[in-house]
């Protein structure tokens, strides 16, 4: 493998870790949880994992020894930075507990378990991907585990490799397949535990417990560095509207993270959209007025950063794609057989006359895309509608109408941009390397202390990293009910942003200025080295979540 010198001198950086797992550690135990919400449905489907008390690791006299242990690893559905420094985190972890322990990768993700296809991961394997991006040591994917089948296949290799303890590190979905997989596992005494490993560049796994999924706070310092870019390109050109799509499907703190960062002129928050159940036009006509007043500046330029999932967040067309995530549930083999050409015209009318009206009212790139394109879960694609393309159309014919009315007397041409894989597999920030690192170790800490169904937890991370805290959670504690391909199913609760929370409050006490304003920040790109308040800086989010 061919390094860049940049790779050569990451790969001997050494992680920072939480003092009380640095050395000597002892485990304590809290009080019972219960799950977020639906407590009796949730205990019924996890009567053995339900009502696991958190765990936190103290500093101890002596570090944790005991029998050599076999561990595998799966990652679990999008790349995110760090999920290498995970893995040899668990490696040297396992390694600590007893020289003899081994790691296995299971590959291509979960499907790995089931078809028993693996690595052994050795020193020589981890050394070589230490602070590096990607999920490509041992590959990534979007099985899910939910069928017995699959867990007895699982269980087979487990036995034969003389597996202990799995480790899935993965996004909600991912995670809530782990506690399903340890509630079977210890269901039947198989004598093998599960841990979960929070994952998701969205930020949108999170909780009292888990500060922050690994990855986000990577993926957030690249988009902003380009987003920063393209704003000192537009206030250097000063021609251009840019609007600029960021990922995040359900919940939009990729998006807030960023306008925090670089201070853009327009920020939409999907939870905000729907919370003053605004429409399409609200949306259009909100942007057109900051271009018209910038315009009137003699400011013929400006950023819209727009989440992925906006789309399904405006309150009426949140309505329509639920209709339509039910009726082609419920109705998918007889929608198959129908032919392409014909298939917009059946969901017409299988919808009701509300919905169907709306329907119709959009665009009919977008109307295919919701009602044609889906992902293995059902879900509507979000990733592939175009929302940037749509705004800008959409506000320029608004303008348009403006400058006949006399009501607009600016220009407006716009650029599109979408960012998403490009943040995926950046090498990690220090954040996320300490980060990604500390949670492989703890995951090992809780295996050895024979948990099953938990989390690995780093919290109080807006400290230096010897002051984290580490320990576990009950991944039934984070757990609700929510209708899935038309069926209610316990999944773990999607963490959105809080409207009364410390970033969004910022960020809406100074959008105003922003908007009018050409207050750009250029945050640069990702630092490595110097000074801890830029290069172990943790993200906005974090840092105004705990002010």
Known sequence: MTKSALQTERSTYAPKVPATIAGG?????????????????????????????????????????????????????????GGHNVISGIFDGI???????????????????????????????????RNTGGFDIIGSGRTKLEETEQFDKGLEICKKLNIKALVIIGGDDSNTNACVLAEYYLAKKSGVQVIGCPKTIDGDLKNEMIETSFGFDTATKVYSEVIG???????SAKKYWHFIKL??????????????????????IGEEVEAKNQTLDDIVTYIAKVVAARADKGLNF??????????EFIPAIK???????????????????????AKIDYVVAHLSAANAAIFKSLPAGVSRQLALERDPHGNVQVSLIETEQLLADMVGKKLAEWKKEGKF???????HHFFGYEGRCAAPSNFDADYCYSLGRVAALLIASGKTGYMSSVRNTVKPASEWLAGGIPITAMMNMEKRNGKMKPVIQKALVKLDGGPFKFFASKRDEWAIETAYVYPGPIQYWGPASVADRPSKTLELEHK
């Open 95 to 129: 390694k600590a507990i007893n020289k003899d322990s081994k790691l296995y990768g299971f590959l291509g993700g979960p499907s790995g378990l089931v078809d028993h296809k693996y690595i052994e991961l050795t020193d020589k394997i981890v050394d070589e991907y």
């Open 302 to 311: 400006g950023t819209v950063l727009v989440p992925e999932g906006l789309i």
């Open 247 to 268: 990922m995040g499907r359900s919940a939009s703190h990729v998006t807030l993270e960023c306008a925090l960062q670089t201070q853009p002129n327009i920020t939409l």
């Open 319 to 341: 309505k329509l794609i639920a209709e339509l995530n039910d009726m082609l549930a419920a109705n998918q083999a007889e929608f198959d057989k129908v032919a392409d050409d």
């Open 409 to 415: 007397k600016g220009k407006f041409a716009t650029q």
């Open 229 to 235: 870019n393209i704003e000192r390109d537009a206030n």
């Open 25 to 81: 550690t002892t485990l304590k135990e809290g009080k019972a949880t219960e799950s977020v919400a639906d407590q009796a449905e949730i205990k019924k489907l996890f009567p053995n994992t339900y009502g696991m008390p958190i765990v936190t690791f103290e500093k101890g006299s002596a570090a944790v020894k005991g029998e050599a242990i076999n561990v595998g690893v799966i990652l679990s559905g999008g790349q995110a930075p």
